[in-house]
């Protein structure tokens, strides 16, 4: 082999050395905390499944296009999940027995999908998902925007860096059918308009509810839904399910105190053929980044897939490790000295026995200290420069005279200080 | 959609439900509390990978044979990764000249093989990968041999269960070329045949040497070597640096008391055309299941496959996670009460508001406390049967007599007794 392998990572994916990877630890620390705290359960599945299962979900030729996919030995055609939702749904059905509902669950799967890079978007990430299963009223949607809200603010972040954006879908079809006043086949075609309505220019956006038969005054009634409240917008159709959901839900948001991080806004209406009752989008409020960050909603019987009849609602969010990060570093949320405990280095001298120093590192390491000896021979200043670029934060020194004397020397790499003590002495500052 | 999807995973792949992702955790977080107390670094890499690095590695066909692997539309050839060495590899060599030596590197990766499933072998598994970079000397082999003593320690396994079998691949060319007393060329087709010594009936492996130029006498002499100690053994070329590798090493062994767990063994040899130095077997001592769970050993510069004339040498091993559960199941060591810890479930009345409950279990949630409202309006006793069945241990009730009086109930649901106390009473009790 003359010819040199590259060093980089495939394209949209991405090496965690342990600088990033303490980065990582501490940002999936954050959730599991929050989320276990809170009576989640944590659960994976496999890398690979069936690409039927994203197909049943999102179509032939979304899946085929947004997954990598590939025969096997046996024929069958396997895709790199692309997300995790098939996944948790071919779970839940394949248990449905003998699950105790509702179940409180997340995960927080690595996942490929097939697209062009840019920033917030690579082919290989990871995603928290959250979700509730079997519970159908909005007790469940608060629980899981709560959720949301929580690991947020764990980061550190306030109202001022992002907002939770919420909607109803049965409120959405409803408002639209009272609007529009017409059947319920023209009220969908013009739900598939609005859902449209940033991605066209105004003038063909008008014209396309004009040819639906809406007028003026109608095409600006939805205009104002806009600009409307939670209590403004649901008194245009007071009777609506969705309407009683939204208002239980910004009540309960209110009465907890969460109510300063949400808003009600019309435009959030997410996939038109898979959500059905509440649903969220979490916006980043820093102006260079203006934009929904995540979200997720209620969905209904994903798991009719797998078992016929069988009705298990559900209600969730998936959230990007990127999308994420990238918030987190904008608002500058990141600790700077994460992972930066005690950590000590043991150097090493050519007149100690060198069991001398394992048995030093051995007793260190039983007491909880994160410890090493210095491997190798190189001079006590090499070996001091070694354990200041790796992060110790104190060495221990046993030449031969501290040996013969019982102690050790302990330098802390902050102070410069060094002390003589015994070890047990040495143990007990260190733990504090 | 009339036909409906299969619910099982796929061939070789394990869904993780909350019980076994608990388990998973319990697992994983025995061996990053041992290597981080260690410091040991863990780093992490891509799922898919160039399949070139695995063919410079282990040779085309077995790259392409034992992977996943596929073409993207740019017409790249991925693999799935099935194993991390060349990934770990790639990223070494991709910041040699930042990263500080030695490294002493973890991982703890997913990986699919594409393989015939049996015990202990599945299609998708996840491996512990433990590394030192960077350090030529015996002083790293001992280290990373004691981080797998360490973990199977920290798991509850003692010197019963679980054996180091060690042996040095220098050491083993260089005894086999002063017993066969040859040229280079043909000590290396004896090691080949002594390589598959226990694949072959004897009749063929005496005549395949035999065929080599060897006697009887000799071939009696290769059998001995597989009884000898370590002192025995390296008497026959007390000059060979394997020699003195393996003196060192189990000098050091002793003298640490870890030597109860570790053996010389001439039969480990382990790739041929891979190792260089320490190579070593931990096996399972259980008398039904009597086999090498995983092994690891010396391996001269692997990054040269990425970067000229680089000479980095590395010394490691890989665990997989079915074997060693299978270990922990055999032996008895996996703890029944896993993820038991206190887990309060806040029941639901109709006659006390809603976000009286939210904020009760708020309080509890900012206490650290394990806890949920009850989801949903199911009876009293619907309510308690779904604590029980979903692992709380205890309940905090609230009725309108409670709400009235500003205390709560609390019922211990392993021993049914029930007290009335404030909330911060509970919380008192709830955190010892």
Not at 296 to 310: E, P, S, W
Not at 352 to 361: Q, S
Not at 366 to 375: C, F, K, N, P, Q
Request: hydrophobic share 40%; charged share 30%; with cysteine.
């Amino acid at each position: 082999m003359s010819e040199k392998l590259s060093t980089q990572p495939y394209k949209g994916t991405r090496d965690f050395y342990p600088q990033d990877m303490r980065l990582r630890n501490w940002f999936f620390g954050v959730i599991r905390n929050v989320l276990e705290t809170s009576a989640f359960d944590e659960y994976n599945g496999p890398m690979l499944e069936s690409l039927d299962i994203y197909a049943a979900k999102s179509g032939e030729e979304i899946a085929n296009k947004q997954t990598y996919n590939f025969l096997d030995r046996a024929d069958r055609r396997l895709a790199i999940r692309p997300e995790m939702t098939p996944t948790v749904a071919r779970m839940v059905a394949g248990k449905m027995g003998e699950l105790t509902f509702p179940l409180k669950w997340f995960s927080i799967p690595n996942m490929y999908r097939y697209e062009a890079t840019q920033r917030g978007r690579l082919r290989e990430f990871w995603q928290l998902n959250v979700d509730i299963f079997g519970c159908d009223t909005y007790e469940a949607d608060l629980e899981v925007i709560e959720s949301a809200i929580r690991i947020m603010t764990a980061y550190g972040a306030d109202e001022s860096m992002f907002t939770v954006r919420i909607n109803n879908r049965r409120f959405f079809n409803d408002v639209i059918a009272v609007i529009a006043n017409t059947d319920a086949d023209t009220a969908k075609k013009v739900s598939k308009v609005i859902d449209r309505k940033n991605k066209v220019p105004r003038e063909s956006y008008e014209r396309d509810l004009i040819d639906l038969g809406l007028d003026e005054e109608q095409i600006e009634r939805i205009d104002e839904l806009y600009k409307m409240n939670v209590t403004e917008a649901t008194a245009l159709c007071p009777d609506s399910q969705g309407s009683q959901e939204l208002r239980d839900l910004f009540d309960a948001l209110e009465k907890t105190g969460l109510a300063k991080y949400c808003v009600f806004d019309f435009g959030i209406i997410r996939g038109l053929d898979y959500y059905t009752g509440t649903v969220f989008e979490v916006f980043d409020n820093a102006p260079e980044n203006n934009r929904a960050m995540f979200g997720g909603g209620r969905y209904d019987n994903l798991v009719g897939l797998f078992v016929k009849n069988a009705k298990i609602s559900g209600v969730g969010y998936g959230m990007g490790d990127v999308t994420l990060e990238n918030f987190l570093y904008t608002h500058n949320l990141v600790p700077e000295t994460l992972g930066a405990g005690v950590k000590v280095l043991v150097t090493r001298f050519g007149d100690v026995p060198y069991e001398h120093y394992l048995n030093t590192v051995d007793t260190l390491r039983r007491a909880g200290i994160v410890s090493s000896v210095y491997l190798g021979t190189k001079k006590f200043g090499k070996q001091i420069d070694f354990a200041v670029k790796e992060g110790y934060t104190h060495v221990i020194i046993i030449g031969g005279d501290e040996l013969a004397r019982g102690i050790v020397k302990m330098k802390d790499l902050s102070t410069r200080e060094e002390r003589e003590l015994t070890l047990d002495e040495a143990i007990e500052i260190l733990k504090k």
